[in-house]
T-cell receptor
Framework: DAKTTQPTSMDCAEGRAANLPCNHS???????VYWYRQIHSQGPQYIIH???NNETNEMASLIITEDRKSSTLILPHATLRDTAVYYC????????????FGQGTRLTINP | ETGVTQTPRHLVMGMTNKKSLKCEQH?????MYWYKQSAKKPLELMFV???????ENNSVPSRFSPECPNSSHLFLHLHTLQPEDSALYLC?????????????FGSGTRLTVV
């Protein structure tokens, strides 16, 4: 799996957009970018994934740069319930690779 | 509830005890996983099952013994644990083995070994 680099922690005001960056400069052509989050004392929750086009669902948007070396997860209107650790993971979509979680970014939404 | 149910939520056990953690999913998923999350450490994959067959054992000590009697249930049998085994144990499932998206995790069992 390609290595990802994320900031250790970030803060965001409630109601504002939270933009979480992830660097994955060694990503391979067939590897996707996945985002999961883990709210305190719960299991991780799948958010979104993408290959090269920007993706949007009811939870978030994923912006992947044209060279695919970095991406940004956007929570458009952050709420207090979005406070969590966010994990950026790079791997193939289907294949004998583990889903490996790094340290992630601890996002705190402030009132 | 996420669709993956883990029991118990909390467990305190002595080092000589034998206990079991239970995981249940009715999502129709074919793959199930056990992860361990120690304090201030990333999640560690322990075991992987696909259609009730174990396909991965990540060098986990034999004091942890998984069991998958059917595609909806997964157990983790514990015996003679050490205090350093205290952690959050998470069960997850996915539609198929080794896909990257759509893992569904349970809320975990918080295990304390005394």
């Amino acid at each position: 799996d390609a290595k990802t680099t994320q900031p250790t922690s970030m803060d965001c005001a409630e109601g504002r957009a939270a933009n979480l960056p992830c660097n994955h400069s060694t990503i391979s052509g067939n590897e996707y970018v996945y985002w999961y989050r883990q709210i305190h004392s719960q299991g991780p929750q799948y958010i979104i994934h993408g290959l090269k086009n920007n993706e949007t669902n009811e939870m978030a948007s994923l912006i992947i740069t044209e060279d695919r070396k970095s991406s940004t997860l956007i929570l458009p209107h952050a709420t207090l319930r979005d406070t969590a650790v966010y994990y950026c993971i790079v791997r193939v979509e289907q294949g004998a690779q583990k889903l490996v979680f790094g340290q992630g970014t601890r996002l705190t939404i402030n009132p | 509830e996420t669709g993956v149910t883990q029991t118990p939520r909390h467990l305190v056990m002595g080092m000589t005890n034998k206990k079991s953690l239970k995981c249940e999913q009715h999502l129709g998923h074919n793959a199930m996983y056990w992860y361990k999350q120690s304090a201030k450490k990333p999640l560690e994959l322990m075991f992987v099952y696909s259609l009730e067959e174990r396909v991965e054992n990540n060098s986990v000590p034999s004091r942890f013994s998984p069991e998958c009697p059917n595609s909806s249930h997964l157990f983790l049998h514990l015996h003679t644990l050490q205090p350093e085994d205290s952690a959050l144990y998470l069960c997850a499932s996915s539609q198929d083995l080794w896909i990257g998206y759509g893992y569904t995790f349970g809320s975990g069992t918080r295990l304390t070994v005394v």
